[in-house]
């Protein structure tokens, strides 16, 4: 008789890292730290509002000088968990590049719908770029990570102004195609059906035409993270766009965004086109 396949231990990430519950408090502190140094340089505009819900808000922080262009960061927690102040310091590096970066919040899952999730990022981007002109580089971890894709996606909720200043994708552990996780008790709280999922599945959307994607993701991450960005990168390299993926040796889930907080690593050079 076939086993049958362990769905929630597939997509399951905390309980197959070691010390996998001190990194959320390590994450907030990190952030906590450096939200206060910047906000004490006056770089730092909280909490901005970009919608009418009171979690529709953006962190923007602003580099020293005249910004090149924006970075927006996407958090992840399975579109049910996290919000804006837990990672702040990943703006370290882009910033040290002369960056602005934008930080946004979102309403949860099951308040909210992944596709409203959807367009809530696309509400929070539009006005991030608003607020900063130049080049837009977009990147998000996890959840995040396909929020992102989905920005780049045909059918991404960005007005085609928006969409034309976007120079770099870099979709970090993402999820591309959302099917499996109906088979998750998290469905419990995503709700998800297979119309909501095809639809907003960017390994299953058609990409726009020209764009530039990194699938990001560690080589010590659970099977299914790397077989989700590899997947996507696949799929989307048959289209008119420039797709690649990135397997960071040694790191898992939970550490594979550290670059982002370094300005000399591959990782944030990656998504500044460096």
Known sequence: MTKKFDWDAAYSNGAYIPGGNDFPPRWKNLAAEFRAEIAAAGRLRAD???????????????????????????????????DKSTWSHLAKGPLAHGFAVAIPSYVLCPQARISDITVQIATAITHAAAEVPGPVHLTGHSAGGHL??????FTSPLSQPIRHRIRKTVAISTLGDLRPLMKTRMNETFHLDAVEARLESPSLLEPQEGVDITAWVGGAERPEFVRQSTLLANIWSGFECNVNVVV????????????????????TRTLLCL
Not at 148 to 153: F, H, I
């Open 248 to 267: 960071e040796p040694e790191k898992h889930h939970f550490n594979v965004i550290d670059g982002l907080a370094d300005a000399d690593h591959a990782l």
């Open 148 to 153: 992102v894709a989905r920005m780049a996606c």
């Open 48 to 82: 901005i509002s970009y919608g009418p819900h009171e979690r529709n808000t953006l962190d923007l922080f602003m580099p020293r000088g005249e910004a090149k262009g924006l970075v927006v960061f996407v958090h992840g927690g399975y579109w049910m968990s996290f």
